[in-house]
């Protein structure tokens, strides 16, 4: 990157930055993004994603750089004519005036030109001056339209929306809310570069009581002690943590010392599931949203649910697999939740087609009960083939273990079911068709075939106990493929849910998930055959 940039590397090595230190290179990552942006998504090289990320976090950072400089004095839009601030009513300042004042003084620029339509070059000298005035002021405002920060309400016919101020300058028009706020904005700037404490307090007060009024709804107080709050306890690092150390306790108690390893496991899982379910209803709090919103909050909210499972199963077990297998599930998708908190904040907006409360209540939660069972079913399904192969001797705990996972597996089944005829139901809703053929769909119904399929074999004969076990294990295979290879098609009507750079991940998984079949159930008939010769 830094060599395509013609960038030099840092002497200590260290990947950080400045903007000044990058700035050589802007017109050389421009140039290249332009070329990247044009590729096919699927056709972009880990390079080529690199750069438009970089390029897209150099465009937020312009605007937020550029944000405030209406309020900033500007030498180079007045110029150094008297008679032009005289004529403005801008002599007294001790700085050059800024763009807003300028512009809240347009109208008299308007006026003059108006009352000499002969142009330019029969002007005046004072009205000359006012006309390059308006064409530098226009210049300016032309190149100013950035989106962020959104500081400004403005109420229109359709609703409010939030601008960042150059918009609301050239959008407001006769807002008088929209012109007091961006006015307000630049008396806090102006306090803030003066180091005028009292006047800075006072001003941001009368902002937020200005942006308040008229119906403008600002984040409660509340809210944001809550968020500061989730971000400093980060109950979901915690957990990993818990259910790390209470799987390593499982395994301990599967060799040795078996009593209090297992009740060290179910205290450690106990207080990681406190912390999962606390981060899930701080969220839940936070956003005004039911837990489950976005491709993060699947994977915390089914890892809560495989450990929430595991614990009500231990509780009748008491052998401690299904601590090892909630453990082991809970730990994991926190991990894989933590690839998508990488790359910025997870309590972003809601997408548009998702903003329904009973809907996301209902149909996304359903659907992610459903893909827990499936999961927890899975582990399970590795743990009898495994019992089977190392330990046939230990038939009361094997049968355990399966009769746990055909529950599961059936208890996947209900709730997938139930979610995907819900999906439907709000697919007619919102598109005005009930079924559409959704890719996305479409996956969740393969796993209503597959767990169908696989309990109708068991109940007719066809496959026997490891026959449901390798269904098992098969399941979670097909809940990756719902939950993450549908997105890597980026077609349909989910298409909030797309994913990139997962596809040699998953196959990976396949891989691994066949190679242990293969060498499990190989494993299996060996024995069989060593037992009956």
């Not at 055909?406 to 709000?426: H, N």
């Amino acid at each position: 990157m830094l060599q395509a940039l013609g960038l030099p590397p840092h002497a200590d090595g260290s990947r950080r930055y400045s903007f000044s230190a990058v700035h050589p290179g802007l017109a050389k990552l421009h140039e290249l993004a332009v070329k990247g942006s044009r590729l096919p998504p699927g056709a972009r090289t880990p390079f080529d994603r690199e750069l438009l990320r970089l390029h897209q976090a150099l465009e937020v950072y312009g605007e937020l750089r550029e944000s405030f400089s209406f309020a900033l004095p500007a030498p180079e839009l007045a110029g150094s004519k008297r008679e032009v601030l005289d004529h403005l009513g801008l002599a007294d300042l001790e700085k050059p005036p800024s763009f807003l004042q300028l512009f809240q003084r347009a109208q008299r620029i308007a006026e003059v030109l108006r009352a000499h339509p002969e142009g330019p070059d029969n002007l005046p000298p004072l009205e000359r001056e006012l006309f390059a005035l308006s064409e530098r002021m226009f210049s300016w405002f032309r190149g100013q339209g950035g989106t962020e920060p959104a500081l400004v309400p403005l109420t229109g016919p359709t609703g409010e929306r939030w601008l960042s101020p150059w918009q609301a300058l050239r959008e407001g028009g006769g807002d008088t809310r929209a012109r007091r706020v961006v006015e307000l904005l630049a008396e806090v700037a102006s306090a803030y570069r003066s180091n005028d404490d009292p006047a800075f307090e006072n001003k941001v007060g009368e902002l937020q009581r200005a942006a308040h009024g008229g119906g403008a709804r600002l984040v409660e107080p509340g809210t944001l002690e809550l968020e500061l709050v989730y971000n400093r306890l980060d109950p979901f690092t915690w957990a990993e943590f818990l259910y790390g150390l209470a799987f390593l306790a499982s395994l301990a108690g599967l060799l040795k010392w078996r009593r209090s390893s297992r009740i060290s496991a179910g205290v450690l899982c106990g207080l990681g599931s406190v912390l999962h379910a606390a981060g899930i209803i701080l969220r839940m709090l936070i956003l005004q949203r039911p837990p489950v919103t976005n491709l993060y909050d699947t994977f915390v909210f089914v890892g809560f649910t495989i450990v929430l499972l595991g614990l009500l199963l231990e509780g009748v077990n008491r052998n401690g697999l299904a601590l090892l297998s909630s453990a082991l599930g809970g730990l994991a998708m926190l991990l894989i939740s933590g690839r998508y908190a990488a790359d910025g904040d997870t309590l972003g907006m809601l997408v548009a087609v998702l903003d329904s409360n009973f809907w996301l209540a209902s149909h996304v939660i359903t659907i992610a009960m459903g893909y827990a069972g499936c999961c927890l079913a899975g582990v399970l399904g590795h743990l009898y083939l495994l019992q089977v192969l190392l330990a046939p001797n230990q038939r009361a705990s094997s049968e355990q273990t399966y009769s746990t996972a055909y529950v599961l597996l059936a208890f996947g089944l209900v709730f997938t079911f139930i979610g995907t005829v819900l999906g439907g139901i709000w697919a007619d809703q919102s598109w005005g068709r009930f079924w559409g053929w959704d890719p996305k769909e479409n996956g969740a119904l393969l796993l209503v075939l597959w767990t169908t399929l696989v309990l109708h074999a068991r109940r007719a004969g066809t496959v026997g106990k490891t026959g449901v076990a390798v269904g098992c294990v098969i399941s979670l295979v097909v809940v990756m493929l719902a939950w993450f290879g549908i997105n890597l098609l980026g077609v349909g009507l989910h298409a909030y849910g797309f994913t990139e750079g997962i596809a040699g991940w998953l196959l990976g998984f396949i891989f691994i998930e066949t190679l242990f079949l293969v060498l499990v159930l190989a494993g299996i008939e060996m024995r069989k055959r060593r037992a009956l010769a």
